[in-house]
């Protein structure tokens, strides 16, 4: 099994930035084995939106919302996940997930595929 803690989220105005950390334990198999994984989004009565992923030979996908802003990146040696939010608007408040799984092609957008999940880190952005 894998367990994603998220740390990093908080408050900031718009404009700002932050990052987020992802931090992946557990079974060292797994965790090696594990393909595509990303950062997903929920705001309060939304649906659960895919932000940015990225599979295990390093290639990306961004939602078009945060194109130019957003920045994912993985540390193979550290187990971690990272996302580089810069010039934030208030409709990038939400609750920021990470995820993983073990497809490693063609990484989706969509929740479904995903099994491991971490617990939410919260970004609120003021206007």
């Known amino acids: 099994q894998v367990q994603l803690v998220e740390s990093g989220g908080g408050s900031v105005q718009a404009g700002g930035s932050l990052r987020v950390s992802c931090a992946a334990s557990?079974?060292?198999?797994?965790?090696?084995?594990?393909?595509?994984m990303g950062w997903f989004r929920q705001a309060p009565g939304k649906e659960r939106e895919g932000v940015a992923v990225?599979?295990?030979?390093?290639?990306?996908k961004y939602a078009d919302s945060v194109k130019g802003r957003f920045t994912i990146s993985k540390d193979n040696a550290k187990n971690t996940l990272y996302l580089e939010m810069n010039s934030l608007k208030a409709e990038d408040t939400a609750m920021y997930y990470c995820?993983?799984?073990?497809?490693?092609?063609?990484?989706?957008?969509?929740?479904?595929?995903?099994?491991?999940w971490g617990q939410g880190t919260q970004v609120t952005v003021s206007s």
């Open positions: 557990g079974d060292i198999y797994s965790i090696y084995y594990m393909g595509c």
């Open positions: 990225v599979d295990s030979n390093g290639r990306l």
């Open positions: 995820a993983g799984g073990y497809r490693d092609y063609e990484c989706p957008m969509t929740p479904y595929e995903y099994r491991y």
